[in-house]
């Protein structure tokens, strides 16, 4: 089953939905990373499919297809994801999110513990609220983009737009070097052509509405609107040592903190690497919290 669905929301707003996968398969709700939109790799489909998961994909509020919300917390997306699964006709479900989707995953699970059966986070950034070293080891656009969030929606937008060319005019060898400070060499090598391909038509639709992405920046740099604390259900952590958009020590903060979380603080690996050669694995660790029919 494929489907896209414009999902209205209790609040007048309207949510771009993806779901692919067996219609009575238990559904993963997947947070994408920022920019980004409810576009489906064919890598990640085929994984879900294949454990006889269904996938949910989604644009998160202001990116393209999604209404703005502005001003949105981190947490706010807990509501978001409630209607999701309610016009599924579905009480329980998984929910993951890689980069800037981990702290979306997380705040799925702290805010519908009744619901959430088990979360995953690849390469979650940690709160940057009371966390100095929060720049720390991040590659020099990042830096610049954090830097501009902190000034406010006024001084961040001009750099987006200008990202946003940079992307649209550009193809798989473009991305490493537009994106030459983000990719370690271990990142680089997994840019084959289909996840070259995958990334860049993301990133291409991911940015066509800038909102959702500046919305992603000014929340990370504010209060999440929820506690790690908070998060009760099983949980599951992966990040890469030499990841240079998501910097090792937020998967050691974050390791340190989430109750009862796994971690697998992984040497050797990137940004997307990580991803690229252990989302079957991911997967694996959710599916022990599936109930067996």
């Known amino acids: 089953m494929d489907e ?6 209790p609040d007048g707003r309207v949510l771009d939905v993806r779901v692919s996968g067996p219609a009575d398969g238990v559904p993963l709700l997947w947070h994408h990373g920022t920019p980004g939109c409810s576009l489906q790799t064919r ?44 016009h599924l006709g579905v009480e329980e479900f998984l929910t993951g999110g890689a980069s800037g989707g981990g702290p979306h995953a997380l705040a799925t699970g702290a805010g519908l513990p009744d619901r959430v059966l088990a979360v995953l986070a690849v390469c979650c950034v940690k709160p940057y609220v009371d966390q100095p070293d929060f720049l720390d080891g991040m590659g020099a656009d990042n830096v610049e983009e954090f830097g501009l969030a ?3 929606e006024e001084a961040l937008m001009p750099f987006l737009e200008r990202e946003r060319e940079a992307v649209l005019a550009t193809d798989a060898e473009g991305v490493v070097a537009t994106m030459a400070s983000l990719l370690p060499d271990v990142d680089r090598a997994v840019l084959t052509s289909e996840v070259g391909e995958d990334l860049v038509t993301g990133l291409k639709s991911g940015v066509q509405e800038l909102y959702g992405w500046l919305d992603d920046d000014l929340a990370f740099t504010r209060d999440w609107g929820f506690a790690l604390d908070d998060l009760s259900v099983p949980s599951y952590l992966w990040q890469g040592s030499e990841d240079l958009m998501v910097p090792f020590h937020h998967g050691e903060w974050l390791a340190a903190r989430i109750p009862g979380v796994v971690p697998h603080l992984v040497p050797g690996e990137g940004h997307l690497s990580i991803a690229v050669g252990s989302f079957g694995p991911m997967l694996d660790e959710l599916l022990a919290h599936v109930p067996r029919s």
């Open 4 to 9: 896209r669905i414009a999902l209205d929301l």
């Open 43 to 86: 890598a990640m489909a085929a994984a879900t499919a294949e454990r006889g998961l269904r996938l949910v994909t989604y644009s998160r509020a202001g990116a393209v297809g999604s209404t703005r919300r502005p001003g949105r917390l981190v947490a706010d997306v807990a509501d978001d994801m409630a209607a999701v699964a309610d």
């Open 150 to 152: 902190l000034q406010g």
